[in-house]
């Protein structure tokens, strides 16, 4: 089915370890971002791509990293998680053009223990 | 200075009433869009509505509306005839930038009730 999907919807992992939250989308579209939502901080945005290739940071990039070498997906990694990084990180893409809304993926819950 | 404010508490309506849900923002952009997005319990963001900045029509979405007064740097969302089924987060975003420097920026949310 078209949409954006993400891997895994849980996970529980340890301080130190490295996690990677995978994101793929089947519409072809050029933009996509990487938020996460806290409570009390609404969603900010961590990093995000014009195009395959093309990534650039948001509000809140440390202790991330991402890579997009297909256009449909957009993975991203974190390199030694914390427990600050306990979140919920969601997925979006846009076509490009500055009119468009942001279709959101399903989320991924992970807890940093 | 926070780019979006959404400052109301929990607020809560009666079924089949009207409600208004506030949004102001902050940009020195000329072009920028708004944007109304609903996140139920379920946790999925649901795109409603959305205002550019150029737009002299305020946007109508079925029962939602958007009430954008530029001057005042508002954009705040209105449901008509509110459902059960509204009950869910709220959050305005504004989108500034064009090209591979657009970025979308969320408010804090506002958390709707909507009462039998």
Redesign the interface.
């Known amino acids: 089915d078209a949409g954006i999907t993400q891997s895994p919807r849980y996970k529980i992992t340890e301080t130190g370890r490295q996690v990677t939250l995978m994101c793929h989308q089947t519409w072809s579209h050029s933009?996509m971002?990487w938020?996460r939502q806290d409570l009390?901080?609404?969603?900010?945005?961590i990093y995000?791509s014009?195009?395959a290739d093309?990534t650039?940071k948001?509000?809140v990039p440390d202790g991330y990293v991402v890579s997009r070498s297909k256009t449909e997906n957009f993975p991203l990694t974190l390199e030694s998680a914390t427990r600050s990084q306990t979140s919920?990180y969601?997925c979006?893409s846009s076509s490009s053009g500055?009119?468009n809304?942001?279709?959101?993926g399903?989320?991924t819950r992970l807890t940093v223990l | 200075a926070q780019k979006?404010t959404q400052t109301q508490p929990g607020m809560f309506v009666q079924e089949k009433e009207a409600v208004t849900l506030d949004c102001t923002y902050d940009t020195s952009d000329q072009?920028y869009?708004l944007?109304w997005?609903k996140q139920p319990s379920s946790?999925?963001?649901?795109?409603l509505i959305?205002q550019?900045s150029y737009d002299e029509q305020n946007a109508t979405e079925g029962r939602y509306s958007l009430n954008f007064q530029k001057a005042r740097k508002s954009a705040n969302l209105v449901i008509s005839a509110s459902q059960l089924g509204d009950s869910a987060m709220y959050?305005c975003?504004m989108?500034e930038g064009?090209?591979?420097?657009?970025?979308?920026?969320?408010?804090?949310?506002i958390t709707l009730s909507v009462r039998p």
């Open positions: 933009y971002f938020y009390g901080h609404g969603l900010r945005l995000y014009a195009a093309i650039d948001g509000e919920v969601f979006a500055f009119y809304e942001q279709f959101f399903p989320g | 979006i072009s869009g944007f997005y946790g999925e963001m649901i795109f959305y550019g959050f975003a989108r064009t090209g591979a420097n657009s970025k979308l920026t969320f408010g804090k949310g």
